[in-house]
C-alpha cells in the first residue's frame, strides 16, 4: 500500500494540470494512468486552439505537459483503478489491478471515450476499416475514399486531417447543419477533397472478408435506403465518460457525467473531478486545464485543512 498526500487518476491535459499545481504546493503527488500520459490530445493532429502554440501536435503538447509535472516531482504510476474507497478517517484507497494507494485527496481526470454507432459491421470490421482515430489509422487509407460520420468538432477537424491523407472524404451528418465550430466548417467547406451527405443515418457497414466496402445509409426526409462504397468509416459521434469504475461513489447524473461545483468539488470531501468526465458545457483542452488547476490548488488547501484539524485534535 502506497500512501500519498494527492492521487490524480488519469493523465490527460487535466490531471497533468492538477498533479502540477499540488505538486508545485509541496504535495506528494501520484499520477496514475492505465495507459501513456497524455490522454486524447494523443489521437489528435493538430491542435489549434491552444494559446501559445499556433499550431501544435496533440502528442508533442503531451509531452511537454508531462515535463512540467515531472520538473515539480510527481510521481507518475501505471494501474488501471478498480474502485475507490473512503474510509471512517476519510481516507480514499484507490484499487488499482496490481496495488493499492491510499491519499488524502483524489482528483478524478478519466476524460471520455468514443461512443460506438451501434449498427451492424461496426464491431465486425473494427480494425478492418472501421476506426475511431484518424491520427492512428489514417495512413492505412492513402489512395483510398472514406466516410466520416458525425457532425461535431471531432468529425470536421479529423475529417480535414483524412482529407490530406486520402483521395476523398465523405462526411455523413444525421442533420443538415453541423455542429462543429465555424472555423472548422468553412475550412472543410472550402476543401475540395470533402464532400457531404446531409440529412443521414449510417444503418449498416458492410464489407468482405476483411476490408470495410461500403455503407448502407438512410435519408431521415426522403426515408430511403441506399448503400455508398467507401474504403474505411471513421466514427465521431460523441463521447461517454469514463465513471464506470466511481458508481460506488454516487457522483455522477444519469449519464455518468461527474457532477462537481465551479470549484470542482464532488459532493464527497476531498473528491474532486476534472476535464471531460464531468457534467460541463465545453468540454477543451484549454477548460480541462483549467478545471486541473482549481482542483490541484484546492487540493492543497484541503489538505492542509486536515493536517490543521489533526494538529489541533494532538
Ligand atoms: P459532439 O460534439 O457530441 O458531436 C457528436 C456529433 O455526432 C454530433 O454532430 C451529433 O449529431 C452526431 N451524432 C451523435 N449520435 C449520433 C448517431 N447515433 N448517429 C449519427 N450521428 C450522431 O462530439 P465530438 O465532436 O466528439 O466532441 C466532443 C467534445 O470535444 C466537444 O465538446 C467538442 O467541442 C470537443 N472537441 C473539440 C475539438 C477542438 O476544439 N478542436 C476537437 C475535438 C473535440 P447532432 O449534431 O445532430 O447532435
Known amino acids: 500500500m502506497r500512501k500519498y498526500d494527492v ?3 488519469g493523465a490527460g491535459p ?3 494540470t492538477a498533479a502540477l499545481y499540488a505538486a508545485r504546493a509541496n504535495l506528494n503527488v501520484a499520477m496514475l494512468d492505465r495507459g501513456i500520459y497524455g490522454g486524447q490530445m494523443n489521437n489528435t493532429d493538430d491542435i489549434e486552439n491552444y494559446p501559445g ?4 501536435k496533440g502528442p508533442e503538447l503531451g509531452e511537454k505537459m508531462y515535463q512540467g509535472t515531472v520538473k515539480a516531482g ?3 504510476v501505471y494501474g488501471d483503478v478498480q474502485n475507490v474507497t473512503v474510509d471512517d478517517q476519510q481516507m480514499k484507497h484507490i484499487q488499482t489491478d496490481s496495488d493499492e494507494l491510499v491519499a488524502s485527496a483524489v482528483i478524478i481526470a478519466t476524460g471520455s471515450n468514443n461512443r460506438k454507432l451501434g449498427v451492424p459491421g461496426e464491431e465486425n470490421f473494427s480494425g478492418k476499416g472501421v476506426s475511431y482515430c484518424a491520427v492512428c489509422d489514417g495512413s492505412f487509407f492513402k489512395g483510398k475514399n472514406v466516410t466520416v460520420v458525425g457532425g461535431g468538432d ?3 477537424s479529423e475529417g480535414l486531417y483524412l482529407a490530406n491523407v486520402t483521395d476523398g472524404v465523405n462526411v455523413i451528418h444525421r442533420r443538415d447543419q453541423l455542429r462543429a465550430q465555424k472555423v472548422l466548417q468553412n475550412r472543410a467547406f472550402d476543401n475540395d477533397k470533402i464532400d457531404f451527405t446531409w440529412n443521414t443515418s449510417v444503418t449498416e457497414i458492410l464489407g468482405d472478408e476483411n476490408h470495410v466496402t461500403g455503407v448502407k445509409i438512410h435519408n ?4 430511403d435506403d441506399t448503400t455508398l462504397d467507401t474504403d474505411g468509416v471513421f466514427v465521431y459521434v460523441g463521447n461517454f465518460p469514463n465513471s464506470q469504475i466511481f458508481n460506488n461513489l454516487n457522483i455522477t ?3 455518468g457525467w461527474i457532477i462537481t461545483n465551479d470549484q470542482m468539488e464532488t459532493t464527497i470531501p476531498g473528491i474532486y473531478a476534472i476535464g471531460d468526465v464531468r457534467q460541463k458545457q465545453l468540454r477543451q483542452i484549454t477548460t480541462a486545464v483549467g478545471d ?3 482542483a490541484g490548488q484546492n487540493a492543497f488547501e484541503y489538505f492542509e485543512a486536515i493536517k490543521h484539524r489533526q494538529t489541533v485534535k494532538d
Open 7 to 9: 492521487v490524480v487518476i
Open 14 to 16: 487535466g490531471g497533468m
Open 53 to 56: 502554440f499556433t499550431t501544435i
Open 74 to 76: 510527481v510521481n507518475f
Open 154 to 156: 471531432s468529425a470536421i
Open 220 to 223: 431521415n426526409q426522403v426515408g
Open 253 to 255: 447524473d444519469q449519464a
Open 292 to 294: 486541473g488547476g482549481i
